[in-house]
């Protein structure tokens, strides 16, 4: 039915249908915008050190899967956490690549690539910190829209002096 061109033979029924068929579609983009909004609002809120802001990501039992770092739990307790992590870096950019959804309902999951990089003195910008890696989420729809329940970040390369600051 996602091919089918309305037309003047069709039935009340299938009319209902196809337009049931292109609302469920059209509610589906719009979950997909949103979550790559979310994304987009964790990472320039990260960089701009807005942690009332990034924080705001999250449901309140999120859980944050760091690797080798830790698995952190509550969205106060992930704040502690990332806003030590990232104190001595000046100006840090987050960016992420191949944002990739999946709805069921109110739920969702997401994939993506991480590059992060963190700058300690903005005169040496040829010295920054790099990290990247997939990340891996799990989405709720609430009351505020669509938030983070779920984080995992899986550290696969890094460039540069890592320090007892990164996680």
Known sequence: MAGTIVTEDMTVVELAQRLAEVLRRLQVLEDKEALGSLMNRYCRTSDAKDW?????????DAEFDFGPFGTHHGREKIREVCEAAEASYVDMQHSMTNMQFEIAADSATGTAYLWFA????????????????????????????????????RMVWTRGNEDASVF
Do not use: A, N
């Open 52 to 60: 009332d802001g990034w924080m705001r990501c999250f449901v309140e």
């Open 118 to 153: 963190g700058i300690p003195d903005p005169s040496k910008p040829g010295e920054h910190f790099d990290i990247g890696g997939p990340y891996r989420w799990e989405f709720r729809r609430t009351d505020e829209g669509w938030l983070l329940s779920k984080m995992q970040l």
